[in-house]
């Protein structure tokens, strides 16, 4: 008597590929770009963007107690003019993904958090799996940061190690078509 694997017995040749390689192809298509989305599921609506800014401002308001002062200072700071957790926040929220780079001094301590836009980046795994560099890229250019000098926060994603889900997300659901 089998009791594992009868159900898919004699059926292995009928069964698809797995399609490695192809990092963009979802679900039997490729899924739209994040400022695709953007633009039309959020900057287009105004109830969306209310939600999102009511979330995100409160994030911001929580009061941080460090048990050093100078990270406490570092994480209610400004980062590119706005609310380090605010744009955490958005980000987690929208895309899944919040990715801070730690910017050191001439002493090489922490000296400033950079909220970095996380469509722009991309994980760099090594041959186990594990995040050893994060690629951020900014029109032309490329920087290959190292994983020591870059905070990743991610929403939980069931189907994926490195990367979170966010509302935008443009892959179908798992219980069929959308």
């Known amino acids: 008597m089998k009791l594992f694997g009868w159900k898919s ?9 797995l399609a490695r390689g192809l990092t963009g192809w979802i679900g039997g298509h490729w899924p739209r ?5 953007l633009r039309e599921l959020y900057l287009t609506n105004s109830v969306a963007q209310r939600a999102v800014r009511l979330v995100a401002e409160g994030v911001a308001s929580i009061v941080i107690r460090a ?13 590119g003019g706005q609310s380090l957790m605010e744009t955490l926040a958005i980000s987690l929220l929208l895309h ?3 990715y801070v780079q730690i910017l050191p001094d001439t002493h090489g ?9 996380p469509e722009r980046v991309s994980i760099e795994a090594d041959p186990r799996g594990w995040p050893m560099a994060y690629r951020y890229r900014a029109g032309e250019v490329t920087s290959l940061l190292s994983a020591d000098s870059v905070i990743h926060i991610r929403v939980h994603h069931p189907l994926d190690d490195h990367y979170g889900l966010g509302c935008l997300d443009d892959r179908p659901p798992l219980s069929g078509p959308r």
């Open 96 to 98: 899944g993904n919040g």
């Open 109 to 117: 301590a922490p000296a400033e958090l950079f909220a970095l836009r």
């Open 67 to 79: 048990s050093a002062p100078m990270a406490g200072d570092l994480v209610a700071a400004t980062s």
């Open 33 to 37: 770009a994040y400022e695709a989305q």
């Open 9 to 17: 017995a004699g059926r292995a040749a009928a069964r698809p590929a």
